[in-house]
T-cell receptor, first 114, second 114 residues
Framework: DAGVTQSPTHLIKTRGQQVTLRCSPK?????VSWYQQALGQGPQFIFQ???????QRGNFPDRFSGHQFPNYSSELNVNALLLGDSALYLC?????????????FGPGTRLTVT | AQSVTQPDIHITVSEGASLELRCNYS??????LFWYVQSPGQGLQLLLK??????LVQGIKGFEAEFKRSQSSFNLRKPSVHWSDAAEYFC????????????FGAGTTVTVRA
């Protein structure tokens, strides 16, 4: 049973560029949440997708957007990259309803903005 | 708004000694509480969770945590630490009324000395 997978593992971008990160949820899960973890910090909630719609959003600007596909996989897009966007981006999957609390995390994508 | 405080940034413990990590939360209603562990370069692994019922919960890898409503705490314990327990530990809180969004503490780094 495959767990949550994310790609790429590492990414280096330049300020002003755009980036897309990908996530495949654990088998059987239908909800995907994205978190940003800056160095030395705890993860910060970006948004959550269920039924291909954004259901909940944290305190992140509109430069951060996402998408969920019919197979439940998801993408996180960040436009106009800033140095402060450098972080580990974590994807977590869960089941709708009460199961949404039991979130399984992927290994993350390390984004470096130069 | 829900929030989590982990007062200890770094703890060093000898192998075989006991470990206790502190977590205090702020939330008006009954929270859903979690402890996650993150090894270097890895994603987050769920150690245990509290939803309701027995206030002492058992998790994986020999960890347990106790929910104390009067103290707004959810401290993590392990009777005898192994070298492989060296990692970063995160406490998180969620609420059904907040659409299952998880809020994490800043984490506690555990170092195990031989």
């Amino acid at each position: 049973d495959a767990g949550v997978t994310q790609s790429p593992t590492h990414l280096i971008k330049t300020r002003g560029q755009q980036v897309t990160l990908r996530c495949s949820p654990k088998s059987g899960h239908d909800t995907v949440s994205w978190y940003q973890q800056a160095l030395g910090q705890g993860p910060q909630f970006i948004f959550q997708y269920y039924e291909e719609e954004e259901r909940q959003r944290g305190n992140f600007p509109d430069r951060f957007s996402g998408h969920q596909f019919p197979n439940y996989s998801s993408e996180l897009n960040v436009n106009a990259l800033l140095l402060g966007d450098s972080a580990l981006y974590l994807c977590a999957s869960s089941l709708a309803g009460g199961g949404r609390f039991e979130q399984y995390f992927g290994p993350g994508t390390r984004l470096t903005v130069t | 708004a829900q929030s989590v405080t982990q007062p200890d940034i770094h703890i060093t413990v000898s192998e075989g000694a006991s470990l206790e990590l502190r977590c205090n939360y702020s939330y008006g209603a009954t929270p859903y509480l979690f402890w996650y562990v993150q090894s270097p370069g890895q994603g987050l692994q769920l150690l245990l969770k509290y939803f309701s019922g027995d206030t002492l919960v058992q998790g994986i890898k020999g960890f347990e945590a106790e929910f104390k409503r009067s103290q707004s705490s959810f401290n993590l314990r392990k009777p005898s630490v192994h070298w492989s327990d060296a990692a970063e530990y995160f406490c998180a809180v969620g609420a059904r009324s907040n659409d299952y969004k998880l809020s994490f503490g800043a984490g506690t780094t555990v170092t195990v000395r031989a």
